[in-house]
């Protein structure tokens, strides 16, 4: 009697392989011609430090901080960011520059961080059912994070942000969909709508070529998992006009989905052209609940605007991208974080 069993082998390998050169081509950033700058003097950025104990973890993620020393308020806001594929926080951050926004405006800065044993490109696992299912995986580990902020450094529950970089975007929209009452305002920069993907190759094919809506439309896979929620909130959505990673349409279905969960009707909202691109705006009695901000000439990854000299210069990360607008700081105006008087 003879067993297959090499033969399927090897094409289950296969198949791994194939998948993992596929995630590799879809994440790789353009290449631009280098330009030759003046070396700058070194300054000791601030460090990320690590929690190993802050809850059951079943993602299996790591947790890193960065707490101001000085200006922090007797109960500060809390900032949660997500990398995107091929990220760390301490690139995220050093390109960004969230840990200096920390520093001067007195809030904690949470990193949740995947590991290359989770996902070989880094990525979070937005599209696995079992990483974003309420109180299950990945999502959990990273309400267990918060938890554990909130209670380390007493923050004010009513002023916990999130914001998310491609994958980490979808991850954040997965957040908002299991634990809207958690946050008081996310922003989902280039990522992708709840329920577009259920495994690594239709998450590919998403990302390439959007997906259309399911059965009852976009804000079904959200209301399916929050059905009882009549507050949301404040949602932002970000997108490179050129990005060709994350195709513009999944923009669209995030704005489809939101507005539909929200019951709030989309040719009741504001275009305005800027500078940077287009932005468009859905507002209520109580102020805005959504807003779209279309970047001109970006690609895939979130805008900083760099000043003088630096604009010449990469950013240090391929997915933190010069732009006319800098979306840390357009988000710190959005959510309402000053600096502190002290």
Known sequence: MRFGFGKSLARVLKSQKKFSRLIEKALKAPRKKAKRATPTPYIAKPAL??????????????MKTFVPTARLPKSPALVVVLHGCRQTPESLDSAAGFSKLAKGYGFVLLYPEQRSANNSQRCFNWFRPGAVARDRGEVLSIKQMIEHAC??????????????????????????????????????????PVGSARDGMSALRAMKSGTPPPPGGWGRPVTEISSDVKAWPQITIWQGMDDWTVNPLNARACIAQWLEAQGIDESSGRAEEKPWGRLQSWRAGDGLKLAFYSVRNMGHGLPIKMRGATKSRRSGDPYVIAAEISAPAELLRLWGLKRPIL
């Open 49 to 62: 430090v690590e929690t190993t104990a802050f809850g059951s973890n079943p993602g299996r993620l790591i």
């Open 151 to 192: 209670e380390k450094h007493r923050i004010d529950r009513s002023s916990i942000f999130v914001a998310g970089l491609s994958a980490g975007g979808a991850m954040t929209a997965a957040l908002v969909a299991n634990y809207p009452s958690l946050f008081a305002g996310a922003a989902i920069i280039a990522g992708m």
